[in-house]
Structures are given as structure tokens and as C-alpha cells.
């Protein structure tokens, strides 16, 4: 092969590449820089690649450690979902504190526990979508058996045995925090119907609160139906939300009824009493 066919060959080579530096640059600079700019990188065209190669894996691997921090949009809708329910549990705490006063601790705990209920089962259902069983295993997952002394597709298997198990896991304690959060949402509706609580409020503070219930009931489920594709939670919160506005309903059938019966105790007017006639006879008077 002669010099000019080896030159000729090193120019389509060369010419591609500059058009594509051309084209990356756009408007940056004045186009006859760019012009030079693209001459310069056709003509050392291998050089051009090999760093742009190891440019776009470097770039690749700062989207990939910096995703944690880029939100998608399912994200940012599921953090204001979490900010939501937040709100919707606060308020109900200090519904619960203006309605029971000194006896509102025992609600105010079992809030608490609703909420932490709640975040332990977000974050273990965000861990739970991000992995499958299938999946290859990492590298923390295969160092145990690397050290142990195993390597090749042993290595693998082990790793993914290791991997399948830590799903597992992941998937039993997350069904767990279900039940338990589940469990806790409940204590919040039964502690209403406790009577000595039930007896040191009137019955509209009473309502308020069973309305902050319902409210943040229903943030539950909308943070839920974000979360499980299947709903089984929040098919399970919306037996307690029904629940929960049906005693809100009765509260308010009980304070209507007390309403009318204080308006129509009022309104009755006090008629005087008219002696009625008796068939006694007269008394005559004695004669001597």
C-alpha cells in the first residue's frame, strides 16, 4: 500500500470525526474557530477518540454516583406526598391537644408511632423497587465470597445467592412494616372510642379531631397508591378511612340532634295553670 492511499484513508477517517466536533459546538463561538477547532481534531482524529472515550465514561459515571441526587419527577410528587401526610399528622396532634388536653399524651404517642410506621415502610418500599432477584449481584455481595477464596462462576453464584437472600429480606421487613403501620393507623382510630377520653371532651372538639383522622387518612392512601402497584396498604387504610367517616357522620347527626332539642327546649313558653272544675257541692253554712 502506497503513502497517498494510507493518507487518503487516515482523511475518511478523519472527516467524520471533525464534522461531528463541528456539529457538537453549536452557537459557542465564532464559526470560524469552531472551523479551525474541527481541523485540528480531523486531523488528529485517534488521539480525538481515545480521549473522548474516556471522557464519556467518566461521564457516564458521575450521572450514575450522581443520581441520588437528581429527583425525578415520581420523585419530587412522592416527597410531597411524605410533606402531605406530615402536615395532615401535625395537625391532627394538635387537634388531639386542644380536644383531650392533659390526656392527649397517649394520642400524641400513638401518632408518633403512626408516623415512624409510615417512614419505615416508604423508605423499605423505595429500597424494595429499586432491586430484583434476577438482577446481577454487587460488589459488596460478592467480597465475602472473594475472600473466602471463590472466583470465576463460582464467584457469581455465590453472589447471587448472597444477593437473593438480601431480597428476601428486604421484602419480609417490608411486609412487616405493612402490618405494623397498618396496626398503628388502627390504634389511631380506636382510641376515639375509648370513653374515658371520649368523656373529658364535648363532642365538637371531639369531631375536629375525628375530621383531622380522616384527613390525614386520605393522605395516606394518595402517598400509598404512589408507592404499590398492587394497593394491598392502602386498600387496607380504606376500610379504616370509611370507618372513620362514618363515625364523623354520627358525631355530626349526635350534635344536630343536641342542636334541635336545646332550640326547641327554649322556644317552649311556660302557660299558666287554670284550676278545673270539681263536682264537689258547695259548704252551707251552719245554722244553730
Same mark, same amino acid.
Given at each position: 500500500?502506497?503513502?497517498?492511499?494510507?493518507?487518503?484513508?487516515?482523511?475518511?477517517?478523519?472527516?467524520?470525526?471533525g464534522?461531528?466536533?463541528?456539529?457538537?459546538?453549536?452557537?459557542?463561538?465564532?464559526?470560524?474557530?469552531m472551523f479551525?477547532?474541527?481541523v485540528?481534531?480531523?486531523?488528529?482524529?485517534?488521539f480525538?477518540?481515545?480521549?473522548?472515550?474516556?471522557? &464519556?465514561?467518566a461521564?457516564?459515571?458521575?450521572?450514575?454516583?450522581g443520581?441520588?441526587?437528581?429527583?425525578?419527577?415520581?420523585?419530587?410528587h412522592?416527597?410531597?406526598a411524605?410533606a402531605?401526610?406530615?402536615?395532615?399528622?401535625?395537625?391532627?396532634e394538635?387537634?388531639?391537644h386542644?380536644?383531650?388536653g392533659v390526656q392527649?399524651?397517649?394520642?400524641r404517642?400513638?401518632?408518633?408511632d403512626?408516623?415512624s410506621?409510615?417512614?419505615?415502610?416508604?423508605?423499605?418500599?423505595r429500597?424494595?423497587?429499586?432491586?430484583?432477584?434476577?438482577?446481577?449481584?454487587?460488589?459488596?455481595?460478592?467480597?465475602?465470597?472473594?475472600?473466602?477464596?471463590?472466583?470465576?462462576?463460582?464467584?457469581?453464584?455465590?453472589g447471587r445467592?448472597?444477593?437473593?437472600?438480601?431480597?428476601a429480606?428486604?421484602?419480609?421487613?417490608?411486609?412487616?412494616?405493612?402490618?405494623?403501620?397498618l396496626?398503628?393507623?388502627?390504634?389511631?382510630?380506636?382510641?376515639?372510642?375509648? &370513653?374515658y377520653?371520649?368523656?373529658s371532651?364535648?363532642?365538637?372538639?371531639v369531631?375536629?379531631?375525628?375530621?383531622?383522622?380522616?384527613?390525614?387518612?386520605?393522605?395516606?392512601?394518595?402517598?400509598?397508591?404512589?408507592?404499590?402497584?398492587d394497593?394491598?396498604?392502602?386498600?387496607?387504610?380504606?376500610?379504616?378511612?370509611?370507618?372513620?367517616?362514618?363515625?364523623?357522620r354520627?358525631?355530626e347527626?349526635?350534635?344536630?340532634?343536641?342542636?334541635?332539642?336545646?332550640?326547641?327546649? &327554649?322556644?317552649?313558653?311556660?302557660?299558666?295553670?287554670?284550676?278545673?272544675?270539681?263536682?264537689a257541692?258547695?259548704?252551707l253554712?251552719?245554722?244553730?
Amino acid at each position: 500500500m502506497r503513502l497517498s492511499e494510507l493518507i487518503t484513508i487516515y482523511l475518511a477517517a478523519a472527516a467524520p470525526v471533525g464534522v461531528a466536533y463541528f456539529l457538537q459546538q453549536g452557537e459557542r463561538s465564532p464559526r470560524s474557530r469552531m472551523f479551525a477547532k474541527a481541523v485540528v481534531v480531523a486531523l488528529c482524529w485517534p488521539f480525538a477518540l481515545f480521549f473522548q472515550f474516556f471522557s &464519556g465514561q467518566a461521564t457516564i459515571a458521575e450521572q450514575i454516583n450522581g443520581g441520588d441526587e437528581a429527583t425525578s419527577p415520581d420523585d419530587e410528587h412522592l416527597d410531597a406526598a411524605i410533606a402531605a401526610c406530615l402536615d395532615a399528622l401535625h395537625e391532627a396532634e394538635d387537634s388531639a391537644h386542644e380536644t383531650f388536653g392533659v390526656q392527649s399524651e397517649q394520642i400524641r404517642h400513638t401518632l408518633l408511632d403512626a408516623c415512624s410506621g409510615l417512614e419505615r415502610y416508604v423508605g423499605l418500599t423505595r429500597a424494595a423497587t429499586l432491586v430484583t432477584e434476577n438482577a446481577l449481584p454487587s460488589a459488596r455481595e460478592t467480597e465475602l465470597p472473594r475472600v473466602a477464596g471463590r472466583s470465576g462462576d463460582d464467584l457469581q453464584l455465590a453472589g447471587r445467592c448472597l444477593h437473593r437472600r438480601n431480597v428476601a429480606r428486604l421484602c419480609a421487613h417490608q411486609t412487616r412494616a405493612r402490618v405494623e403501620l397498618l396496626h398503628a393507623l388502627a390504634e389511631i382510630h380506636e382510641v376515639i372510642d375509648r &370513653g374515658y377520653l371520649a368523656a373529658s371532651a364535648d363532642g365538637q372538639s371531639v369531631r375536629r379531631f375525628s375530621q383531622s383522622v380522616v384527613l390525614f387518612y386520605g393522605r395516606v392512601i394518595a402517598l400509598l397508591s404512589l408507592l404499590e402497584p398492587d394497593q394491598t396498604a392502602a386498600h387496607g387504610i380504606a376500610r379504616l378511612l370509611d370507618a372513620a367517616c362514618a363515625r364523623v357522620r354520627a358525631l355530626e347527626v349526635i350534635a344536630r340532634r343536641r342542636e334541635s332539642l336545646i332550640t326547641h327546649t &327554649g322556644n317552649e313558653s311556660c302557660t299558666a295553670s287554670t284550676p278545673q272544675p270539681t263536682n264537689a257541692k258547695p259548704l252551707l253554712p251552719r245554722t244553730i
